[in-house]
């Protein structure tokens, strides 16, 4: 429960009180800023408070938006302001100034208490989240004019037409914006007056995603076509989460979790399942399967690494360069805007192409499609991004190097070698690591497993320590996360290729999802501020260097067969320690009331 404290005069006929009850407030009544520091002492420490102003005329979803948002410790809008538990004290301290400075005077009198007290919190570098509003009105009126000019307003806007609209994100993909959204916003609100919560429709999600799975890997033209359709359900189940999280402010740290981790596990889970029906009708494509993850999770990475690479540089928001001016031109056409957001193949568009594809062709075809799309898509978004970094001077911050260093993934292996070894030139340093991911692939494409690419894993090892050696500030250095990716990713799609035996492909699908996993876990702590998984668990699971000379060293030394049973084995024994770790943190942020968060960024 939270409290609101009405400070003056009650207004007759104001559903102000009502209003505060349908969001959960129990509200309170005080005369001045001494009589709200009174009854303020009394809210129990660990519950919201919200300081009203008893004139305040507005939309109910103004003060949802304003007083309930559970990811700001303190927000305010005209005539309101609200903390959480964090920022109580700071409330207290103000609370108390505006008190003794009330009581010697009564020129404040008609002021209002709330406006006073956010004042007085902007004056002590109290953060305060200040709802955008739109249409919405939220005002304190002082005479009986303004009053009814303010009521007037709140009646000729919809309230719920603008919570419907707001809950749809307001960046999105072609296919979800005009092909999802225009309906699944109803689901959510559906949802919403059910009682259900965001993180039930996202389990939803998932399971309607397994068994999307199961029917594709039923391998028969009604499998393929039930999984293409249950694709597409769960997809419109996975944009009504997030809307219903807008909808009706139920962010959560756990929640932001659940929602990135499953969109993970349902695309890499349906790969699988359409490789196991491409099997039992006589068609090997987990070789594809494979890929299509390998390639979807590096450009993934690339995302991740480029955004943290930009986080707090001024120039990144503010980009002049030709690219960035090009860039704008395109957008103020306004088709062009769509087409930029399609041919990036976002999770909409990429969901509705598998989903179409399965339904109509053979999980070989529908592969071949999304690797040639992914393969453009990954290009374009990089060319760009590689330019743009090329015509500016970028800023990194320490905090950025740092996200860098832990997106680089390194084990002790790098750790060791970075301190005894560290190169006196950076960009060549850059260059070798770039050969050696190069060189090693090669070699295991071309040679197989055996000495060769074991010495050339050798060789990475070195040269991605040294890589790594100093702070990734380098205009192009948030190309070394993905590029480490791709070295071990695909080390080990090539070299259960070469191994050329049964169960081989799906060991090495088994593996590099688990150490995907990690690496998507590393991205979703830096975004929440969390921190990087610890290092411990870095160490345990050998970094990228030590799994991709482990995986050479298995396969020169053991047979096929048994190189797909250690495949296996490290698949098994990566998963449980990162995923046992990871929902112990979770949860445990979950529970202790870690600040609650919610991704608005690009369409995944």
Known sequence: MSTAILTGQPVPGSSLEGDLRSLGFDVRVAS??????????????GQRVAIVDARFVGHVHALRLGLTDPRFDAAALPGAVTVRPAARQALTRALAREGSAASGSTAVALDSVADRVVAA????????????????????????????EARQA???????????????KSRDGFFTTHFISP????????????GLTPNQVTTASLVTALIAAGCAATGTRGGFVAAGLLLILSFVLDCTDGQLARYSLQYSTLGAWLDATFDRAKEYAYYAGLALGAARGGDDVWGLALAAMVLQTCRHVVDFSYNEANAGDPAATGNTSPTAALSDRLDSVGWTVWVRRMIVLPIGERWAMIAVLTALTTPRITFYALLVGCAFAATYTTAGRV???????AQRTDRAARALADLADSGPLAEALARVMPSRYPVLAKLLVLAGAVVLLLTAWLDGPGLPVVLAAAVYVLVSADAVARPLKGALDWLIPPLFRAAEYGTVLLLAAEADVNGALPAAFGLVAAVAYHHYDTVYRIRGDAGAPPRWLVRVIGGHEGRTLLVTV???????????VALTVLAVAVALVVLLE????????HQTGAPAVHDEGEPA
């Open 183 to 194: 309906y699944s916003r109803y689901i959510a609100r559906w949802c919403a007056r059910r």
């Open 554 to 564: 298995l396969a020169a030394l053991l047979a096929p067969t048994d190189f797909k």
């Open 32 to 45: 001045d800023a001494g009589d709200a520091e009174t009854l303020l002492a009394t809210v129990p420490a």
């Open 387 to 393: 330019l743009r970094s090329l015509n500016r001077k």
């Open 121 to 148: 919190l902007d004056a002590d570098g109290v953060p305060l989240h200040r709802p955008d509003l739109g249409a919405l009105v939220a005002v304190v009126p002082t005479d009986p004019q303004t009053r009814n």
């Open 154 to 168: 709140v009646a000729a806007v919809d309230d719920e037409a603008v919570r419907l609209r707001t809950a749809v």
């Open 582 to 589: 990871s929902i112990r943190f979770w949860v445990t942020a």
